[in-house]
């Protein structure tokens, strides 16, 4: 049988705001345990939550960006269930009418292909706190400091048939939320967070499958392992004549497997209904437009004007366009250094390996876009060769100081004056005359290679500082005789 | 449709209610009747007429994103029935 895969996303980011969404709480990651609680947050009898109106506007950033249509008029409900990480016994949330509406979003495929997904809705909603279930003699510990957090819930239609969609859809969100600086995007800190609804179907059916949601995932990988586990799991259930159940199920990484938390008829009955503590929140059309005139240039059309401004091909704008900052960092590089395609190609090659060896981000790179300029400068007016320049980049990132101070103080400027170069050419020959007359017997085939030795030979007795332009015209007219 | 006993049962079980073997029958006519208001409200023509979400005619407010809580963990953790290394302890979770 051919199965068809079909999946679902849940988004949970949390909005990158100082304070809560209904309380003058702060945000900040790590805190003492409940000190960052107010009685608010706390659900104290007798308190009034306030709507944070920059909440508000990232939601309608993230609409605008996904070309989604903003509720003129929302409306927040209460979701009703008992933990003990939610102190009001519910959870303010958005139901029949949330800030965002339908939208989409484009996501590249390894093939190179466009897919369109699309975006069913994304709602303003408050986190919950955290439960401890290490033992404090028998008991479990809540921290509330993140209760209250400001979270956008997007909601995917379920448009992507395989995992590997499933986590290009979830970069190409990631990315969005961070290009708009509406969410840090820091998986492991819990900003973004995962539900992923799967099910499977014969191929061709146009009913779909049963389908299970797994909880909470935090990283891509897991979300691409996950998907792919559950998806043999239901394949082999319904192959063995079993069905499969519609559930909530939890990743466990370590054994690579999905595992059942509960089953969704004895899961709660939420009983939403409008909480009455909040007013309806009507979006004005002028807010709107000032959001939407402050938007910041998005990946697509930082793609596209990567090609038709700096001539990059496809791929190259694709990987510099993937984070804001790679893409600032890439630009700065090219207003000092003047060559986008050399610029591309240091920025993604040896900052990317650098970078990937550090395991750091570019914002942390020991190189900065004005020293990685400069010393692409000193390449284009052959100052130092390519070859050299990585002696430099290492000594960069060593923090050894800029290009100039580098060259200057290890000695590193490329030989350029002609007769220094002719003479050392001259020595290297003679200490190779066998090789020389192997040279001019052999055919015009066999010299490319042997061209090269010489080459290598003259690179190396000036120790990598002769302009190899200059080394290559001199060594013919020499070799030639 | 009136309300069965083990709807009653369910609805007091989510909201966490305890209700005795004598309440339950009371409970289950009490909203029962309550359904049959909403019943005679059902007979009311409300096409054109946009769901009301909040009996004010008025718009949400809202406030500036700023800071303005500062720790009073003491405080609020004098009234709670146990704490430890700054945590509010509960009866032990099993999910």
């Known amino acids: ?481 | 449709m009136a309300l069965q006993r083990s709807d009653v049962e369910k609805i007091a079980h989510l909201a966490r209610l305890g209700l005795n073997e004598g309440e339950l029958p009371r409970f289950t006519d009490a909203l029962n009747s309550i359904l049959g208001l909403v019943d005679q409200m059902q007979a009311v023509d409300t096409s054109g007429i946009e769901p009301l979400a909040h009996p004010l005619e008025a718009t949400q407010r809202l406030r500036p994103d700023q800071v303005t809580e500062s720790n009073q963990r003491d405080r609020y953790q004098a009234v709670a029935p146990s704490t430890e290394n700054g945590l509010y302890l509960v009866p032990k979770v099993i999910d």
């Open chain 1, 1 to 481: 049988m051919q199965w068809e895969v079909v999946i679902g996303l849940e988004i949970h980011t949390q909005l990158a705001t100082q304070s809560k969404i209904f309380s003058g709480s702060a945000t900040t990651f790590g805190s003492e345990p409940n000190t960052q609680a107010s009685l608010v947050d706390l659900g104290m009898p007798g308190v009034l939550p306030v709507l944070n109106q920059e909440a508000v506007r990232m939601a309608c950033m993230f609409g605008l960006a996904i070309d989604a249509e903003i509720g003129p008029r929302n409306v927040f409900a209460r979701k009703n269930y008992f933990y003990p990480d939610l102190p009001k016994g519910y959870q303010i949330s958005q139901m029949d009418l949330p800030i965002v509406g339908k939208g989409h979003l484009d996501i590249a495929l390894e093939d190179g292909t466009i897919k369109r997904i699309g975006v069913t809705r994304a709602h303003l909603e408050e986190d919950a706190g955290k439960s401890l279930h290490e033992d404090f003699n028998g008991a479990t510990g809540i921290d509330l400091n993140r209760a209250g957090t400001p979270l956008l819930e997007i909601v995917s239609e379920p448009d992507m048939r395989s995992a590997k969609e499933a986590v290009a859809y979830v970069k190409a969100i990631h990315a969005l939320v961070r290009y708009l600086g509406i969410c840090d995007g820091n998986m492991a800190e819990g900003s973004l967070r995962c539900d992923c609804n799967v099910s499977i179907r014969p191929k061709g059916q146009t009913e779909f499958g049963t389908r299970c949601e797994i909880k909470n995932v935090n990283s891509f990988r897991f979300i691409e392992r996950a998907i792919n586990s559950e998806i043999q799991r239901q394949i082999d259930l319904i192959e063995d004549g079993g069905k499969v159940v519609q559930e909530t199920r939890l990743y466990d990484p370590n054994k690579d497997e999905t595992r059942s938390m509960r089953s969704k008829e004895e899961a709660n009955d939420y009983r939403y209904f409008p909480d009455p503590d909040l007013l309806p929140v009507v979006i004005e059309p002028g807010f709107l437009d000032s959001v939407r005139a402050a938007l910041p240039e998005l990946p697509p059309q930082k793609v596209e004007r990567f090609q038709s401004q700096y001539g990059l091909s496809a791929y190259d704008a694709n990987v510099l366009a993937s984070s804001r900052e790679q893409a600032d960092y890439f630009e700065q590089v090219v207003k000092i250094g003047g060559d986008a395609k050399l610029a591309a190609n240091w920025v993604m090659v040896e900052l990317g390996s650098l970078l990937n060896k550090l395991g750091v981000e570019i914002d942390q790179s020991p190189v900065s876009a004005e020293y990685l300029g400069g010393m692409l400068l000193r390449i284009r007016d052959n100052t130092i060769s390519g070859k050299i320049a990585k002696t430099v980049f290492e000594a960069m990132a060593a923090g050894e100081g800029d290009a100039d101070s580098i060259i200057e103080s290890r000695g590193l400027k490329q030989v350029t004056d002609t007769g220094a170069i002719d003479k050392m050419l001259d020595e290297m020959l003679a200490a190779n005359a066998e090789q020389v007359e192997q040279y001019r017997a052999a055919d015009e085939a066999k010299r490319g290679k042997m061209f090269g030795f010489f080459v290598g030979q003259a690179m190396k007795a000036s120790k990598g500082k002769a302009n190899p332009g200059q080394v290559n015209q001199l060594l013919k007219a020499k070799l030639e005789g």
